[in-house]
Each structure stands twice: as C-alpha cells, then as structure tokens.
C-alpha cells in the first residue's frame, strides 16, 4: 500500500485537522470492492449526480440512506437459490450478490433525490452553502480604531 504524505497540503490550512483523515479514507476505499461500478458526474457547479449500475435489482431491493456527512447505498439480492429454480445457466455475467457502497460527503452536500432507469440507479446531489458561510466583503473602517479590550 502506498503512504503519502500531505503536510505541504496543510501548511497554509487554519482548522483543516480532518483533511488529512478524508485523505487516508479516500486511499483505503480505493482499494476496497467497487461493485457495483459507478460513476460521480458534476452537472453544474452545484449539482452532482452519482450512477450506479444495479442491473438485475429492484427498487425494492435497494436501500439509500443519507446522514450529515455520508450517503449508504445497500442492495439485498434475492437468495440464490430461489432465483434460480428450475433454471440452468449456462453463462451468468449480470452479478447477482448484496452490495453495500458509502460515499464521504462534504457537509455542504445534500441528497435531493434518486430515480431507476435501464438497470441504473441515479442520484441527485446538491451543493447548499448557508448564507454564513457564502464570501462577504468587510469594509475598513476609517474613523474608529477598534480597541483591543481585555476582559
């Protein structure tokens, strides 16, 4: 496994200390099972879309969970024997197991929606930064000198 090192990532960072833990989580679920595959497309600059390939699921057999920071997408496959009675395969390529995939989300990020179509799960994402944390200008003031005043 490879180590990286982030300190020159962090040198002009004030209140970043969990930026170094997002790195190594981003390291070890790449190489942890991707199954399903999927893609993370940006549609816009604040609107995100994760595609899943769940060929062979239900929507009923498919379980979202999102919580402050993280999004769980868990698919329960039917027991194989009861999907293959009296059936013999002779080539099975489409996957059938169970799958479980978490994704990180910035606290930024919220799920908005998903939708199944042809054998694909889509969710929506959206970025919604709250008005105190939007860039505001601060105008200097020239007539006051603000007094450092011990308490």
């Known amino acids: 496994m490879r180590t990286y090192d982030f300190s020159p990532l962090l040198r002009s960072t004030v209140g970043f200390d969990r930026i170094e ?3 190594r989580g981003l390291e070890r679920a ?3 099972n991707s199954y399903p595959p999927y893609n993370i497309v940006r549609k816009d600059a604040d609107n995100y879309r994760i595609t899943m ?3 062979g699921f239900e929507e ?7 919580t402050q920071n993280s999004l769980k997408v868990t ?4 027991e194989e024997k009861d999907a293959t009675e009296g059936q013999q395969y ?4 489409l996957a059938s197991r169970s799958f479980v995939q978490n994704f990180e989300l910035a606290e930024t990020i919220k799920v908005v929606g998903a ?4 054998g694909l799960l889509h969710i929506d994402l959206v970025r919604e930064i709250p008005e ?10 020239k007539d006051k000198l603000i007094e450092n005043k011990a308490a």
């Open 21 to 23: 833990q997002l790195f």
């Open 60 to 66: 009923d057999q498919i379980e979202i969970v999102a």
């Open 30 to 32: 790449s190489a942890e």
């Open 132 to 141: 105190e944390h939007k860039p505001r200008t601060i105008e200097i003031n």
């Open 53 to 55: 390939a769940v060929a």
């Open 75 to 78: 698919g329960k496959s039917v």
């Open 90 to 93: 002779l080539h099975r390529g």
């Open 115 to 118: 939708a199944m179509e042809n």
